[in-house]
């Protein structure tokens, strides 16, 4: 379906001017139409990436919503599948004890990650963007987590939490099981998760300061500002795409946030999170398609308001 | 001596007056960040102090003692757990996939960099976005999917997509593709556009433009990508852990979960096991440092 506009637009590109940024400018361009090999190369080159995205992707997606409005055990055939309109939205909103404590979580693993990780990591950023020895050093140190699995980063972080073996119940003398225990593991979980987000907020503030104008802060620094208030007035502003970016980055990660959890205890007993509720409504004892899709709905309906704006953001910087 | 490397070299391009003393307020940001530094690599540092303790020392004078060094729990996590099985697994996923993932991105990339129609924003919305969705509110149609797949058995005893390495590596290269494209195309767009005009006076077809003009001069974008990608792929868990069931067929991140039951009792040798999934991943860490820090800030940034 998508190859034939592009096949269109084919015909379209003798007649583009060029005006992409890069070039002098108004160069006229000699009516050139690309040979038929040319096209037959450009369309399979954009036609099997998109195939296996929007067939692995973008289908199963559109799939998930439409599975939300039926009863299916998944296992029979195609045919057997009932339209049931919304029960299953309200099923999971008033029959499905587990899904307040799971957008709790998520809420909190969000707000977690937004007021004290992303902040904690660009407020480093800002100490390790000026010229100081080693700075090398502690960049490394804090962005180290951020090359492991979030799998991993759950077994490593039990050989603190665990109960009889752990060091922190050793070095505090109590005997909280700080992964089982509900009141008290989705802190436990989040200063682990929060471990690893605050070196990768902290790269991306690195990058986005660096390209940060010199003669800005030259200029308030001659003005009498304050570094605080240079920063806050002037470079924070000025790095507004990447603010969304991290902002995107945050949403998505505490979103998505799965890996932890189900490696600790499958998402059970105070660690509830749609992603882990979606994955045990299909793969565990009772598979419940057309409840787990619309649980998956939920999700893919907030994940895509915050892609939305993160792909208006970057696209206007595309065409800047 | 990798560190110290790395530290001289801000010393080595800045001209000796930089060194004025040190002002009280910069001996207070050494401590805190050194604090930090120290709090954040203890939890690693930690694992590796466990791993490298014998169990029956631990049991007895605790964690916070001192001694019962042995490499005991590396050979047994090795041998119980299959590690240079579960390895090997995830090579024939990730490397096949990163392969696939960097040629079919650059071809949309190309594309979508070298001709400027009205469909290319749409083009690249759609694979960017892909990168970004929930894989778990993809999960049931796919799992439908990759079960009604039929394989020939010379290349997957399931004979199904499902329970594949196949299947792992389509699913990682539809996820992954995304970020390269996205990646891929700003790092075209600012390639000059007379290459083209030059290659297209001397007849080049578009293949070769791509091939030829085009991806050498891609190559720090596809080091910088490729290091980060081998590393997503090789930690990635999720997909393994659900469109896999042969315990042996398991890459090494998603088959550390497997083996719980077995290290339950034995925090020693969890380390142990932990350790061993992250050498590859810190090896890449160190070696490929800047690499992997390009990568992660080009997706953010315009390189």
Redesign the interface.
């Known amino acids: 379906m998508s190859d034939l ?2 096949i269109q ?1 084919d015909r ?2 003798p007649s ?1 001017a ?3 940024t ?2 002098g400018g108004g160069r006229r361009r000699r009516l ?1 139409l ?2 038929r ?2 096209r037959v ?2 369309t399979l ?2 036609l ?3 195939l ?10 559109l ?2 919503v439409a ?1 939300s409005g039926t009863s299916w055990d ?1 296992i029979g055939p195609l045919s057997e599948i009932e339209w049931v309109g919304g029960r299953n939205y309200s099923d999971v909103i008033h029959n499905y004890p587990p899904f307040v404590p799971a957008i709790q979580n998520n809420l909190l693993w969000l707000a977690a990650l937004f007021v004290v990780a992303t902040p904690l990591g660009m407020f ?1 950023a800002v ?2 963007d ?9 960049q ?13 980063i759950g ?6 939490y ?1 109960r009889d ?3 922190l119940n ?2 505090l003398g109590t005997s909280t099981d700080w992964y089982g225990d509900p009141d008290v593991n989705i802190w436990a979980v989040l200063v682990a998760a929060g ?1 690893r987000h ?3 907020i902290m ?2 503030y ?3 300061l660096k ?1 940060v104008d010199p003669s800005l802060r030259e200029a308030a620094s001659v003005d009498g500002a304050t570094e605080t208030s240079t920063f806050f007035r002037v470079v924070f502003p000025v790095m507004r ?2 603010n969304i ?2 902002l ?1 980055v945050t949403v ?1 990660e505490s ?2 946030a ?2 932890l959890v ?2 600790i205890n499958k998402g059970r007993n105070g660690l509830e999170l ?2 882990a509720l ?2 045990s409504n ?2 565990g004892e009772a598979s419940r ?1 057309g409840f ?2 619309a649980l ?2 939920i ?2 309906a907030i ?2 308001i915050f ?2 704006a ?2 208006a953001v ?2 206007r ?2 065409r800047r | 001596m990798n ?1 110290a490397t ?2 001289r ?3 080595a391009d ?1 001209p000796a007056p ?1 060194r004025a003393p040190l002002r009280p307020a ?1 001996v207070v ?2 401590l ?3 604090a ?3 709090g ?2 203890f ?2 540092f ?2 590796v102090l ?1 791993s490298l303790r014998s169990y029956d020392y ?1 049991a007895i004078h ?3 003692s001192f001694g019962g060094w042995t490499f005991d729990n590396y050979v047994t996590a090795w041998q119980s757990a299959e590690f240079g099985k579960h390895l090997l697994n995830s090579v024939y996923i990730t490397v096949p996939a990163v392969l696939l993932t960097l040629f ?2 650059s ?2 990339a ?2 979508i960099a070298r ?5 290319n ?1 749409v ?8 990168n ?14 990759f079960t009604e797949v039929p394989l020939p058995e010379f290349m997957s005893d399931s004979e199904l997509l499902y329970d594949s390495y196949w299947g792992l590596i ?2 990682n ?3 992954q ?2 970020f390269c ?2 990646v891929l195309s ?1 790092y075209m ?6 290459l083209y005009e030059a290659a ?1 006076v001397d007849g080049a ?3 070769r433009q ?1 091939w030829q003009v085009t991806m050498p001069l891609c190559r720090p974008a596809l080091a910088a990508l490729a290091t980060l990608e081998v ?1 997503w792929i ?5 997909w393994a ?2 469109l896999m069931r042969t315990g042996d067929k398991f890459p090494v ?2 088959s ?2 497997n083996l ?1 039951g077995e290290f339950f009792t034995d ?1 020693n040798l ?2 142990a ?2 350790v061993l ?2 050498i590859p ?2 090896v ?2 160190f070696l490929l ?1 800047k690499q ?2 390009r990568g ?2 080009l997706g ?3 390189g």
């Open positions: 506009p592009l637009a379209a590109v583009r060029a005006t992409t890069f070039t050139r690309l040979s090999t040319d190369v450009i080159m954009v099997v990436p998109l296996i995205v929007v067939g692995l992707v973008w289908l199963p997606a799939a998930t599975l998944g480093l100490l390790l000026k010229e100081i020895r080693g700075s090398r050093f502690y490394t140190a804090l962005y180290l987590p951020v090359v492991l699995s979030l799998a991993l077994f490593v972080w039990q050989l603190i665990s073996q752990g060091l050793a070095v471990w605050v070196g990768y790269l991306l690195l990058a986005g390209g795409p990447i970016i991290v995107v998505i979103l998505r799965f890996d189900w490696v749609i992603s979606v994955t299909v793969v398609i787990g899709s998956a709905t999700m893919l994940s895509l892609i939305t993160y792909l970057v696209m910087e595309d | 560190t790395l530290t070299e801000p010393a800045k930089r910069r940001l050494h805190f960040l050194g930090i530094a120290i954040w690599l939890p690693i930690w694992a466990t631990t605790g964690y916070v079919l991105a071809c949309v190309f594309v001709f400027s129609w009205k469909l924003i083009l690249l919305g759609l694979f960017t976005a892909a970004l969705l929930p894989q778990q509110a993809l999960l049931i149609p796919l799992f439908r999917i389509l699913i290269v539809a996820f593709c995304g494209v996205f700003n767009k600012a390639l000059p556009r007379e297209m077809s578009i293949w791509y590393t090789y930690n990635e868990f999720f852990t659900v991140t998603s550390l979960n719980r925090n969890v380390s096991g932990s999934v992250a991943t810190l890449v860490f440092q992997f820090v992660l800030t953010a940034s315009k």
